[in-house]
């Protein structure tokens, strides 16, 4: 053997996933392949010719895969291939005949090999049969590496921590004692141990309560305390406590939403360890506690805002130390409810409206804990009254809720364009009127009333009693199930704004670049929330509503694990491009620029749009569109 | 239409290999020649470069020879294979320039008869492919002069040629330096290949080749001797 191949080998190590493949199996690879040359328009497999034989590598030109039949080209279903991609993986690994006709659109020179040999690669390589089973997934898995490599975001530090469970990042026994032990033994113990911070336990390893450094100046000192009372008096009884199996982002999660320090580590309820956000969030000097906090204080609108300036900082530190995209936007919305409620409470002591009971929703985005760095409010009231009393209840809420839109515009919530908003006398019903609106939409929409409408579909409570919204939710999901032809129109509205790729599937992007926000998530959200008013499922996360789709049954795990991955990986580069526009002061905050990306990017982009419109031509297919 | 040169060929390489004693040539020689009127789709063939001290058989030497086999014009990259010569006078300095054999390369390789030897036993049964096959065919006939004392006989595609008479087929005529290997191989949107190494100049013609042929035959059967360089139509 010689070193000619070396040109094939130089080819392999710049593409994915050969460039990762292991030494042996490269070796093993090489010289199997076969060089094929395809003139342009050529086929080069065909669904008439029996289970696939061969594995194509593009060596040079491009191939589209296409439908044999017309319509569903028009449907969009054809793609473009270009070097470096192979096919047809899904048919060599099921041993059946391929779906799509692969034609060469040019000129176009192909490395080969058999399916024999494909097996046996599989078989010996770890890293080839990833890239088989799980293709989307396992490039995901790249770009999120070299992201975490690159730094992302002022963090920097470490990768994937967040990531790694709870019991994992324990770095010492816990400090502890009974809740009855005086406070000068506990403070001690804490001297002694050179720890900030102390759990009660009882008799079992059961955390009851915990006791830190900040309680102990404002509990113990500053009201002079007396050093022989004991612990349980002045600690924070029922710790947040998660098992060691949680997630790092878990642990975030809580403190934020918990606005504590510390969380409680137990295995099968016994105290393994304290974890504090420093232990969590090694890398990051504006700890989300202080923010929390902050917001929770805060006694003027002004405050608040200052407070959420400092969130787009922050949130690159979580993306730097691996937390995934969805985790992301749940925790930011988590803030976005603090400061929420926030508002309402400061806005509640100008206005009187004492004695009425209504609840805060948000609609959209807010709804679905998605939401990004930039957004829009959404939000609505739905309120409790006497029958015949609705307006005169209306005339009294009215000026709080503008009052609290405005407000929230401060905070940097941009009112809405739809003007979906509780100041709109639309948006601040009784609970039966809501229910009137939803029935109409329902029984009577037009598409471009559902269009308009179709954020009011997902619904959750901020503040106040949650009750009358799961009444009004489950009443709305039962109509929806049975009204086909809402449904039917639900559907054909998520078929309104496609995917931005080509006939042949190439990434089509005008001279402003992608609308990430409109083109690449708005089909899976829509999507989603379309099954879930199917399938009567109770879910607003549109991640939760794809697994809960899978468990209903109406949705093939295979395609959920790869929408979740493309939808992931969509959220992720909308959070990037969110904070590289904030960063320049750039107000296009959703725009992409698919050009600007690296090759493995722009393959995974083009993968994330292609199960984009998988998705949609699921729907279509089973809503006969 | 008669055409009379490839079964003359055909006869004569049967009345040398009768003639002649064992060695690699006979061995050679007594496997059939693949079928004239088969389609060039279905024919084995192997490509086949050398490098060599300068372009004249009668006074430059052979310095490495390449070759890889094509079946059914997928190129079969397990058969590629490369042999050195260690040549018999020192490398002349401008050719070292182009192929960047130095002698000290050039004095690890084996002698031209083994290189030789293994060449014909991959060339059994197939047709040669070479571009610019005249300096292929020129240089082995020379060698095997010189090793077993009469010239192969080897059925040979030229892809230059090939190239040519499409020109020709066109009325058109070729731009300066339009007939080299990866100017041409560029027309097929052939990915680039670092020139001057005889496996990769060999990889390269495979490929042109396979290029030439599919479009030429447009999907229907295009017969060897169709596209056959040696022997010509009258040989």
Request: aromatic share 6%; net charge negative; hydrophobic share 40%.
């Amino acid at each position: 053997m010689s070193d000619g191949l070396d040109t094939t080998r130089e080819f392999l190590s710049a593409h994915a996933p050969f460039d990762r493949l292991e030494a042996d199996a490269l070796e093993f690879l090489l010289p199997r392949l076969e060089t094929r040359f395809y003139a342009s328009g050529d086929r080069i497999t065909d669904p008439d010719h029996g289970p696939a034989q061969r594995f194509h590598i593009i060596r040079q030109g491009r191939i589209r895969g296409e439908t044999p039949s017309e319509d569903e080209q028009i449907s969009g279903k054809a793609w473009e291939l270009i070097p470096g991609e192979s096919f047809p993986i899904g048919a060599l690994l099921g041993r059946r005949p391929v779906h799509t006709v692969h034609r060469a659109l040019e000129d176009t020179i192909c490395l080969e090999l058999s399916v024999e040999d494909f097996d046996r690669l599989r078989a010996r390589s770890q890293i080839f049969n990833d890239f088989c089973s799980r293709r989307l997934a396992s490039l995901l898995d790249r770009v999120h590496q070299g992201l975490l490599s690159q730094g992302l975001g002022n963090g920097g530090a470490g990768s994937g921590q967040l990531n790694t469970p709870l019991g994992a990042r324990i770095a010492r026994e816990p400090v502890t004692c009974g809740p009855d032990t005086p406070l000068r033994e506990a403070l001690t113990a804490m001297r002694d141990q050179r720890v900030g911070s102390i759990v009660a336990v009882d008799g079992e390893q059961r955390p009851v309560g915990i006791f830190t450094m900040t309680d102990l100046l404002g509990r113990v000192a500053l009201q002079e305390v007396d050093l022989d009372t004991p612990l349980q008096r002045v600690m924070t009884p029922d710790p947040i406590a998660l098992p060691d199996s949680a997630l790092g982002f878990e642990g975030i999660e809580s403190m934020a939403e918990h606005g504590m320090k510390h969380l409680c580590v137990v295995a099968d309820g016994r105290l393994v360890g304290v974890l504090g956000e420093r232990d969590l969030l090694t890398s990051n000097p504006l700890t989300l506690d202080r923010m929390v906090r902050g917001i929770l204080r805060a006694e003027a609108v002004g405050t608040i805002a200052d407070h959420l300036r400092e969130v787009p900082r922050m949130i690159g530190a979580v993306i730097s130390q691996g937390a995934e995209a969805d985790q992301i936007l749940r925790l930011i919305t988590r803030i976005n409810d603090h400061a929420t409620r926030r508002v309402l409470v400061l806005m509640r002591r100008q206005h009187d409206i004492d004695g009425i009971d209504f609840t805060w929703l948000a609609f959209g985005s807010q709804a679905r804990e998605e939401q990004a760095l930039r957004t829009d409010q959404d939000n609505g009231i739905l309120f409790q009254c006497e029958k015949g009393q609705e307006d005169a209840t209306r005339e009294r809420l009215l000026p709080f809720a503008q009052d609290v839109n405005k407000a929230l515009d401060e905070c940097g919530f941009d009112l809405c364009p739809g003007n979906i908003m509780a100041g709109n006398p639309e948006c601040c019903l009784s609970g039966p009127e809501w229910n009137r609106r939803f029935s109409r939409w329902i029984d009577q929409g037009t598409p471009e009333h559902l269009l308009k409408s179709s954020i009011f579909f997902d619904i959750r409570t901020i503040d106040g009693d949650a009750d009358p919204v799961e009444s009004l939710r489950s009443q709305m999901l039962r109509k929806t199930a049975f009204n086909s032809r809402f449904r039917r129109q639900m559907a054909a509205n998520q078929m309104s704004i496609r995917p931005p790729l080509g006939l042949f599937g190439e990434i089509r992007s005008g001279a402003d670049g992608i609308n990430i926000k409109l083109q690449g998530l708005t089909p899976f959200v829509d999507g989603a929330r379309v099954m879930a008013l199917a399938a009567e499922l109770p879910a607003t996360r549109s991640h939760e509503r794809l697994d809960q789709a899978v468990a209903s049954e109406v949705l093939r795990e295979n395609d959920a694990r790869d929408y979740h991955a493309a939808l992931r990986y969509l959220q992720m580069l909308r959070l990037r491009t969110q904070q590289r526009a904030l960063d320049a002061g750039r107000e296009d905050s959703n725009r992409i620029r698919p050009e600007e990306l690296g090759t493995l990017e722009a393959r995974v982009l083009k993968e994330a749009f292609r199960q984009a419109r998988k998705l949609q031509g699921q729907l279509a297919v089973q809503y006969q569109l | 239409m008669i055409r009379p040169g490839p079964w003359v060929f055909c006869w004569r390489r049967h009345r040398l290999a009768a003639r002649l004693p064992q060695n690699p040539l006979r061995d050679y020689l007594r496997h059939e020649m693949p079928d004239l009127n088969g389609d060039c789709s279905s024919t084995p063939f192997l490509a086949v470069d050398l490098e060599t001290t300068g372009l004249n058989p009668r006074e430059d030497q052979i310095l490495s020879i390449g070759w890889v086999a094509m079946d059914g014009l997928a190129v079969r990259l397990a058969t590629a294979e490369q042999r050195w010569v260690r040549p018999t006078r020192d490398i002349p300095e401008a050719s070292a320039v182009v192929h960047q054999i130095t002698d000290d390369q050039a004095a690890r390789g084996g002698s031209l008869g083994e290189a030789l030897a293994h060449l014909l036993s991959a060339l059994a049964g197939r047709v040669m492919l070479a571009h610019h096959a005249a300096v292929e065919t020129g240089f082995l006939d020379r060698a095997c002069l010189a090793e077993y004392g009469h010239p192969c006989m080897i059925p040979t595609v030229d892809t230059l040629k090939l190239a040519q008479d499409e020109l020709a087929r066109r009325q058109e005529t070729a731009r300066s330096g339009g007939l080299r290997l990866n100017a041409l191989r560029q027309q097929y949107n052939l990915p680039r290949y670092r020139g001057h190494d005889a496996l990769l100049d060999a990889l390269a013609a495979a490929e042109l080749f396979a290029a030439q042929i599919t479009h030429r035959a447009e999907g229907r059967p295009l017969p060897l001797h169709r596209v056959l360089h040696r022997p010509g139509p009258l040989w």
